[in-house]
């Protein structure tokens, strides 16, 4: 069976501090790979998503960045956090853009 | 553009009441139509989903309605029990994009 492990589930970093998250997917191969952020009482905005090795799609403009170094493993990074990105960050997995979406436990991020 | 709208944003009921939440979607071309149940500090999960070519779905006590002509799909839970109080999200595929796109969600409270 399928599982995703994102980790860690809570972070609180200091303004202007790097950050990574990681997510791996297990049990299936070629997933497309997402990275969401949900706000508190929020839905969920589409941050990044990716469809192979090495291809990353951004869909807002941010302080963040997104990278797939291997084909179930999805990376969320940013060089220096801002307040702004406080926030409940998942990542999931799909087998195409019209199929059900598998999301992780979150991180919770408190940038301070 | 992409656009799923979902109503209302809370909800609260009585402990075996019925509870109905409504989301409209942009596109006509869009075919697959998923709700989410999400737990505090959790990430969501699918509780049902339903494809453009059936118009109704039932899981026990969970079913969800889609009218393709008007382009709204609905969630109803019948004999609400004070597990159900969580976060409902539901979400629509789009046309050639590799994402679903979600509603804003509407925190459900069932009140024993």
């Known amino acids: 069976s399928q599982t995703i492990h994102q980790w860690p589930a809570t972070l609180v970093q200091p303004v202007g501090s790097p950050l990574s998250l990681e997510c791996t997917v297990e049990g299936t191969s070629n997933p497309n790979l997402y990275w969401y952020r949900q706000a508190a009482g929020r839905g969920l905005q589409l941050l990044f998503y990716?469809?192979?090795?090495?291809?990353i799609s951004s869909e807002v403009p941010q302080n963040l960045s997104a990278s797939r170094p291997q084909d179930r493993q999805f990376i969320l990074s940013s060089k220096k956090l801002l307040l702004s990105d406080s926030g409940f960050y998942l990542c999931?997995?799909?087998?195409?853009?019209?199929?059900?979406?598998?999301f992780g436990q979150g991180t919770r991020l408190t940038v301070v | 553009g992409e656009n799923v709208e979902q109503h209302p944003s809370t909800l609260s009921v009585q402990e075996g009441d019925s509870a109905v939440i409504k989301c409209t979607y942009s596109d006509s071309a869009s075919n697959y139509f998923p709700w989410y149940k999400q737990e505090l500090g959790k990430g969501p999960q699918l509780i049902i989903d339903i494809r453009s070519n059936v118009g109704e779905k039932k899981d026990q006590r969970i079913a969800v309605t889609l009218n393709k002509t008007a382009k709204h799909f609905s969630l109803h839970i019948t004999e609400t029990q004070p597990e159900d109080s969580a976060v409902y999200f539901c979400a629509a595929s789009f046309g050639g994009r590799r994402a679903l796109t979600f509603g804003s969600g509407t925190r459900l409270q069932v009140q024993p």
């Open positions: 999931a997995w799909s087998r195409g853009g019209d199929t059900e979406a598998f």
């Open positions: 990716s469809v192979g090795i090495g291809q």
